[in-house]
């Protein structure tokens, strides 16, 4: 029988043992600055990729597919849509953290998110120009305003965990393994994920009117 008090290697130990060490606010500021960077990187990437487009026929392709986007198919469609591609990023970042490459992947996925941001606001002002600040906020600002910290946030804890992961891989200590993945790494996943939910439903069935209202007279078209 073990004494009071002492520890042994059981689940509820090793649980206990793997959220500290994810949550070790040291590494956290490092993995901060990791996914900051990344987060930079990428945007930087994206508004550069969008200044070599001066407005002839790829950034009118581009702004013309975006539109073309929010009108299609009805509203449930709409948000069917948005909801998935939502998902896409949190969910491979979500999948990243049970595996030690995802110390690789998850910056990739944040650097992505910023490259896409980036590029979609550069080439959307210097589509329409100033006049077009109002509707790129519309469009990209309320939304994103949320859902990149929300991201930002769960990549921090997924790229902690994979951090975890990658020391059980390279045999630093073994007796973590069961532990980083705990039940407390789901919970920022699951705020993320309810977060999205009400985005989407957001730009299917509120967003249009704000567009249009942007717009002033209806939605622009090509």
């Not at 043992?17 to 606010?25: K, Q, S, T």
């Not at 950034?59 to 939502?86: P, V």
């Not at 859902?147 to 769960?154: E, G």
């Amino acid at each position: 029988m073990p004494r009071a008090g002492s520890y042994h290697i059981t689940c509820p130990h090793v649980g206990a043992f793997g959220v500290r060490d994810v949550l070790r606010l040291k590494d956290i500021r490092l993995s901060m600055i990791v996914l900051a960077l990344a987060f930079l990187a990428g945007a930087i990437g994206g508004n550069l990729t969008a200044m070599l487009l001066t407005g002839g026929d790829e950034l009118t392709e581009y702004i013309g597919g975006f539109w073309d986007g929010m009108n299609a198919g009805t509203l449930y469609a709409a948000f069917a849509g948005t909801l998935l591609a939502g998902m896409a990023i949190p969910l491979l970042i979500f999948l990243s953290g049970f595996s030690s490459l995802g110390v690789a992947l998850i910056p990739v996925c944040v650097a992505f998110k910023g490259f896409t941001f980036s590029y979609a606001v550069s080439a959307m002002l210097r589509f329409f120009g100033p006049n077009g600040f109002l509707l790129t906020v519309c469009a990209l600002g309320v939304t994103n305003l949320i859902y990149i910290p929300c991201m930002l946030m769960s990549a921090l804890f997924a790229f902690r965990t994979s951090l975890v992961m990658a020391s059980v891989f390279f045999g630093k200590n073994k007796q973590i393994k069961a532990a980083a993945c705990g039940p407390v790494y789901f919970i920022p996943f699951a705020v993320c994920f309810a977060v999205i939910l009400g985005l989407a439903a957001y730009q299917a069935f509120l967003q249009p009117m704000l567009l249009s209202a942007a717009a002033g007279t209806g939605f622009i078209q090509r």
